[in-house]
């Protein structure tokens, strides 16, 4: 991977200040770099990826400010500097914030302060403005099921802070929480009024406004899902059972160079732990427990079959279907044996073989208990993030390897299907395929709906062209990627961006549903195989949750089939190159002890499953 200096302040600044603000650059969804300061500034970023356009972005406390191609300087490095200039005047302005920030934190409560006023000359004209003479820590003027623009930090009572109101309704606002002055003026004359606002501050502001049209629509929309929808949750061998040191990730995580935050070590110890985890997900309301057995374990040299290992997922079906749950199997979920590896890998085509053989071995031992089988997981995500990103096992960046892995991940998966249904057991079986809501930017360039049109080809539509046949397609939705006349570019400036890299944009499930369903002619019945937000607030979690169910209540609305939900994760686990940073779980796990806790969302999605409606 190549990095580059795209950047550089000197003079005039204080880099103190401004390293103290933490800011990064994302690309894609990976944060790659940090501006470095040695008495001056530089930006550093990775190119390389997706031709040299793969989105970076600068981030400043979780926000986008700026993104484009690396390469060009006036889209990306200008307003990126610019925007550091203002913040300077502003730390070198009036003490606006001082005093009642804890020691040490006052960078981030100037960051936050400036996520709410940033641009104020430009972005505020024509919009109300309250002054707020007071917020406290997590509060704001956020709607709590909907959470726009709260603030984190503590401002001072004597710092009055400018506050736009757009979208939202006025029952929304939570006054008690905030104080505000001339509230009733406010309220008569600003609220309900966003379309006001200037277009150039659109991102949050247009966010309210879909979302208020969005919510008066789910509001007059039963919020009931149909009967014999299925809720269930999901984990994957390798990042939670712990102790998988044949495969191909472990020996990635190991690697020299390797781009791996930790290894994967004792994971979460669901080889020994699993009884108690199938039990929880139960005890919360599920319906069905997604989990994948691991290849190198089952087969750990070319055709010696551990009858063990076997034994250990019949267990594992076993204790599903004794908490009166469906177990979902998956047979590939990113590892792969090492001996396979050695022999090549999935660009090679004996890999569809071995493959084949190893399913039919384990479907053989397992059919019987296995309620429904899922094939290859995010073939198309092995392949790219493998193959081109170098960001995955095997780590190389090469067209035309990528390609050969593309191939072989199809026709295994369309060999596989077949075999599976061969049983024992007569359960339905179905590819889970990496999707994102795709859009182009400017939404009607010509070249950038080309390029958009040709990654959505290489990513989507030639796995959903093969497996209209299949029993269901498990849709996998996490965010939305914004496709520029020259590729990939970064999240929106204003969007939040989470712990992967990627917005927050969970409308994105009802945006992928949606292209399956029309992209496959309503050919075959959609299952929401993965769906989720890795955060460390839980009440985030629930509001994505929330956002993406009504997408999929619209999607039913409008006849689209689509048989269930899953939850990614069950658990805190290992997020891959992340390591444990990223939290998807609605269950935690103190990895010191390996205790589980519940957290208020996994109670919250469990009342939601077992009420098969959308609930507060
Ligand atoms: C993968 C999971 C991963 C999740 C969150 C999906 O692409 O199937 O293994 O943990 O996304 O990043």
């Not at 309210?208 to 149909?226: L, Q």
Request: with cysteine; aromatic share 8%.
């Amino acid at each position: 991977m190549e990095h580059g200096v795209v950047g550089k302040i000197t003079g005039g600044l204080q880099p103190d200040a401004l390293v103290r603000r933490k800011l990064t650059f994302t690309v894609g969804w990976s944060p790659v770099a940090v501006a470095q300061v040695e008495g001056e500034i530089e930006f550093e970023s990775m190119i390389a990826m997706f031709g040299g356009n793969f989105g970076p972005a600068l981030l400043d406390a979780g926000k986008c400010l700026g993104c484009g191609d690396v390469g060009d300087r006036g889209r990306v490095v200008e307003p990126i500097l610019g925007y550091l200039e203002r913040c300077r005047e502003t730390e070198d302005g009036p003490p606006a914030l001082d005093g009642g920030d804890p020691a040490g934190s006052e960078g981030q409560a100037i960051a936050n302060a400036l996520n709410v006023v940033e641009d104020r000359d430009s972005s505020i004209a024509g919009a109300q403005e309250v002054r707020v003479q007071r917020v406290h820590a997590g509060l704001g003027f956020n709607c709590p099921s909907r959470g726009h623009e709260c603030l984190p930090g503590h401002l001072p009572a004597e710092h009055t802070l400018a506050i736009r109101m757009g979208a939202a309704a006025p029952e929304d606002i939570e006054f008690d929480l905030l104080e505000v002055e001339e509230v009733q003026k406010f309220v008569n004359c600003g609220l309900g009024h966003s379309n006001n606002l200037p277009h150039r501050h659109a991102p949050a502001h247009r966010c309210c406004r879909s979302r208020v049209t969005r919510e008066t629509r789910v509001r007059s929309m039963a919020k009931n899902f149909p009967e014999g929808f299925r809720w269930g949750t999901a984990t994957a061998a390798h990042q939670v059972e712990g102790g998988n040191w044949n495969n191909d990730w472990w020996a990635w995580e190991h690697a020299g160079g390797s781009p791996c935050e930790e290894p994967s070590g004792d994971a979460v110890d669901q080889w020994h732990l699993y009884e108690q985890d199938i039990a929880l997900c139960a005890a919360l309301g599920f319906d069905n427990y997604r989990f994948s057995i691991e290849w190198s374990r089952i087969e750990p040299e070319p055709g010696l079959f551990s009858r063990a290992a076997l034994d250990h997922y019949r267990r594992v079906c076993a204790a599903c279907h004794a908490h009166g749950m469906e177990p979902v199997v998956t047979f590939h979920h990113f590892t792969t044996p090492r001996w396979v590896a050695a022999e090549g890998g999935w660009h090679t085509a004996s890999t569809v073989d071995r493959f084949l053989r190893f399913s039919e071995v384990a479907v053989g031992a397992l059919g019987d208990l296995i309620g429904r089988a899922c094939t290859i997981n995010e073939p198309n995500i092995v392949a790219m993030i493998g193959y081109q990103m170098a960001f995955f096992p095997p780590g190389v960046s090469d067209l035309d390897q990528y390609r050969r892995a593309t191939d072989n991940f199809i026709a295994a998966h369309e060999r596989v299907v077949p075999i599976l249904r061969g049983g024992p057991g007569d359960f339905p079986v179905g590819l889970t395929l990496s999707m994102a809501d795709h859009q182009a930017v400017p939404a009607d360039d010509p070249d950038a709906l080309s390029t958009l049109d040709a990654l959505r080809r290489d990513m989507e539509d030639q796995y959903l062209d093969v497996c209209t046949g299949d029993d269901f397609l498990g849709v996998q939705t996490y965010s939305r990627t914004r496709v520029g006349p020259k590729g990939v570019i970064g999240g929106e400036p204003g969007y939040d961006i989470l712990e992967m890299g990627y917005e927050f944009y969970p409308e994105a499930l009802e945006a992928c549903i949606r292209r399956a369903w029309e992209y496959t002619g309503g050919a075959i019945p959609l299952l929401v195989t993965e769906n989720g937000i890795g955060t460390h607030d839980d009440d985030q979690r629930r509001r994505y949750v929330t956002t993406a169910l009504e997408g999929v209540l619209a999607c039913l609305a409008d006849g689209i089939d689509v048989r269930g939900y899953t939850y990614w994760s069950l658990l805190d686990n290992f997020e891959w190159c992340f390591g444990y940073r990223p939290r998807f779980g609605i269950i935690d796990v103190d990895r010191s002890t390996q205790r589980r806790i519940v957290k208020p969302s996994g109670e919250w999605l469990g009342s939601v499953a077992r009420a098969n409606a959308l609930i507060e």
